[in-house]
């Protein structure tokens, strides 16, 4: 297992939610760590905040940014997995706060050839903002803090929330894509350079994490479940505008059909683009 790992974690304008994210990883017990902020077009608030974290955070922290042209979470991944240094990435959302094992278990179940899934636990809406407005830290809460959240609906389930040690039954379901989310999600560099990366031709909400998982599978990577192990708090949100979802499954049954591996727009898309603004500057 090579010593750095790279933590990416994407957002967009909403700042009290990363800065929360951001004190929950400077609470993780594995110390070899960098964190990259893939920004999908925020307001100058969200890097002056990135900023200011640097100079305390006691890890590596980057900010990657992109221009605000609606909803572009694959490429923006893509452009923060070109500024990671480690050798295996865990991918989270900058509304999803990882308990202090986080980085230390997912390390642990890490496995040439494999990728690894995680689930995650909702709060509720009137949690999240007591959460937020009083800068709680739900990372660190014990489990009976969380069994009397989930009797006042403070959550939606407790299972994310447990520790079990599956042993084997943690690669049965290997050449299953559905159900796991790039919210929790850890994938070895040399995979996602394998597949380039995520694919930057889904615009608008939705599967553009289950074409990479597709295409994963497709070169050979299997799936390996970090459930009962890597349970994050996810933020409470509103739902995201989901026009673009039924284009979105149209290209994704072309990506299943077709078996395809490369992705149509990723990682070597902005490396051509980098090198001809570099020949032309």
Known sequence: MADLISVIVTTYNREDALDAVLRALARQTDRDFEVVVADDGSRPATAEMVN?????????????????KGFRAAEIRNRAILLARGAYCIF???????????????????????????????????????????????????????????????????????????????KIRSSAWRGARSCNLAIWRSDLDRVDGFDAAYSGWGKEDSDLLVRLLSAGVRRKDGVFATGILHLWHPEADRSQLPENERQ??????????????????????????????
Request: with cysteine; proline share 6%; aromatic share 6%.
């Open 52 to 68: 200011a974290w640097k100079k305390r955070a006691g890890f590596p922290l980057d900010h990657a940014w992109q221009e605000d």
């Open 92 to 170: 989270i959302d900058g509304d999803c706060i990882p308990r202090p094992d986080f980085v230390a278990t997912h390390r642990r179940l890490a496995e040439p050839g494999w990728f690894v899934t995680g689930n995650r636990a909702l709060m509720s809406k009137s949690l999240t903002a007591i959460v937020l407005q009083q800068r709680l830290e739900p990372g660190v809460w014990k489990l009976s803090e969380w069994l009397q959240q989930r009797l006042r609906g403070g959550i939606n389930r407790l299972a994310p929330l447990l520790s079990l040690s599956l042993g084997p039954l943690r």
């Open 252 to 281: 994704l049954d072309r990506s299943l059909s077709d078996k395809r591996i490369r992705a149509q727009h990723g990682l070597s898309t902005l490396d051509m683009a980098a090198e001809k603004l570099s020949a032309t500057s």
